[in-house]
C-alpha cells in the first residue's frame, strides 16, 4: 500500500523506522524485532538504509520481511556515492520485493571518505527526479531546525519545497523534543508552498549520554525539561527508559490534539519502548 493512501485517511497513524542488520550481523534479531513490532499495527514501516554501517542490500531484505509481517514498508534510499546504475540495480530490486514506498535520502559521507565521491548525484532532490519515473510513493527528509550544513533556514526550506516540486508525495522530520520548534516550522513550510504532508519524527530517549551525543551532532535543541530528565535519571536505565517513554508519549499526545496526524517513532530497534508508547496512546490511534 502507498504511504500517501494512508495519510489521506486523514485519522490520527504511528508508524515506526527500524534498522536493518549490520554488515555480517545475523538477521534474526532484527527479524524478532520487526516481527514484535508489527504486532503493533504501526501504519507502516521503514528500514534505513547505509546508516551506522548496515549493509545497504539488506535494508531490501528486511523490508520485503516488514511486509510479509502485513505492514507496509518505507525503504530508505541514499545517493551520495550511488551512480545511475547502481540506482538502477536498487530500483530492480525493490520492484521485484515489491516494495511500494521509497525514502529519498542524500546520505552523509561515510567517515573514511572526503572529497568527489565518484557519484552521479548531489542533491536528494536529484535521486527524486530519477526515481519518479519508477511509479514508486516517495518521502524525503526535512529539518525542523534547518539541516547542519545550510547557514539559513529559509534556504533549507527552498531547497526542500524544490525537492519536493521534483516529486515527494510526503516528507519526514529529524527528531525534535520541542514540539513548539516543529510547529513554527510547519507553518513556514506551509506559508512557502510546501503542501505535502509532513510526519512528524519523534525518538524515544531511553539513553541519556546517547542523545546528547547525536543532538550535539545534528543540532538538535534540548529543552531544559528534558535536560533535566537525563540529569536525574540518565544514570538508570530503567527510570530513564520510564521516563524517556513518558516524555515521547507526551510529545505524540500533544501533536495530536493540535492537528498533526501523522506522527514516526525512531524505534532504534526496541520493540518494547514502542509497544509501551503505542499501549499508551491506545484509545487516541484506536479510537
Ligand atoms: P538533501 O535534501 O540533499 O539536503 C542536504 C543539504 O543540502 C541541506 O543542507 C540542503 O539545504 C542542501 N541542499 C539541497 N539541495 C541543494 C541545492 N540544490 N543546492 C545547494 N544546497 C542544497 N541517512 C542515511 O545514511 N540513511 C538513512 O536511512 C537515513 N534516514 C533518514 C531519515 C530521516 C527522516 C532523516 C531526517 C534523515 C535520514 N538520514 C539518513 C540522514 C540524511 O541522510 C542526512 O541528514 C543528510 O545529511 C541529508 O540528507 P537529505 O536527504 O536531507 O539531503
Redesign the pocket.
Known amino acids: 500500500m502507498k504511504i500517501k493512501d494512508i495519510l489521506a485517511s486523514g485519522r490520527p497513524t504511528v508508524s515506526f523506522?527500524i534498522?536493518p542488520p549490520r554488515k555480517d550481523a545475523p538477521f534474526e534479531p532484527v527479524r524478532e524485532a520487526v516481527t514484535q513490532l508489527a504486532q503493533q499495527r504501526p501504519a507502516f514501516m521503514?528500514?534505513?538504509?547505509?546508516?551506522?554501517g548496515?549493509a545497504q542490500a539488506n535494508?531490501v531484505q528486511i523490508a520485503s520481511f516488514v511486509q510479509a509481517c502485513g505492514v507496509p514498508a518505507l525503504a530508505?534510499?541514499?545517493c551520495?556515492t550511488a551512480t545511475r546504475g547502481s540506482i538502477a540495480g536498487e530500483v530492480d530490486a525493490l520492484h521485484k520485493a515489491g516494495i511500494e514506498n521509497v525514502?529519498?535520502?542524500?546520505?552523509?559521507l561515510p567517515k573514511d571518505v572526503s572529497g568527489p565521491t565518484g557519484g552521479d548525484f548531489?542533491?536528494?532532490?536529484?535521486?527524486v527526479r530519477a526515481l519518479r519515473p519508477a511509479g514508486f510513493c516517495l518521502?524525503?527528509?526535512?529539518?525542523p531546525e534547518?539541516?547542519?550544513?545550510?547557514d539559513h533556514m529559509e534556504?533549507?526550506i527552498?531547497?526542500?519545497r524544490?525537492?519536493v516540486a521534483a516529486g515527494l508525495d510526503f516528507v519526514?522530520?529529524?527528531?525534535f523534543f520541542d514540539n513548539n520548534i516543529f510547529y513554527r516550522y510547519l507553518s513556514k513550510l506551509r506559508d512557502r508552498g510546501v503542501t505535502v504532508p509532513v510526519?512528524a519524527?519523534i525518538m524515544p530517549v531511553t539513553n541519556g549520554r546517547q542523545i546528547a551525543r547525536i543532538c550535539r551532532i545534528?543540532g538538535t535543541y534540548l529543552p531544559s525539561r528534558f535536560k533535566a530528565i537525563v540529569d536525574r535519571y540518565g544514570d538508570r536505565p530503567a527510570a530513564m527508559l520510564d521516563a524517556g517513554v513518558a516524555y515521547a508519549t507526551e510529545q505524540i499526545v500533544d501533536l495530536f490534539a493540535n492537528g498533526i496526524n501523522a506522527v514516526?517513532i525512531y524505534t532504534m530497534n526496541r520493540a518494547e519502548v514502542a509497544g509501551r508508547i503505542m499501549a499508551n496512546l491506545r484509545n487516541i490511534v484506536g479510537g
Not at 521503514?46 to 551506522?52: D, L, P, Q, R
Not at 525514502?103 to 552523509?108: A, F, N, P, T
Open positions: 523506522e534498522f521503514s528500514v534505513t538504509y547505509g546508516a551506522s548496515n535494508t530508505h534510499l541514499t551520495l525514502l529519498c535520502l542524500r546520505g552523509d548531489a542533491h536528494a532532490v536529484d535521486l518521502g524525503g527528509a526535512c529539518y534547518c539541516h547542519p550544513e545550510c534556504d533549507d527552498i531547497h526542500l524544490d525537492k519526514t522530520t529529524q527528531m510526519i519524527g545534528s514516526h
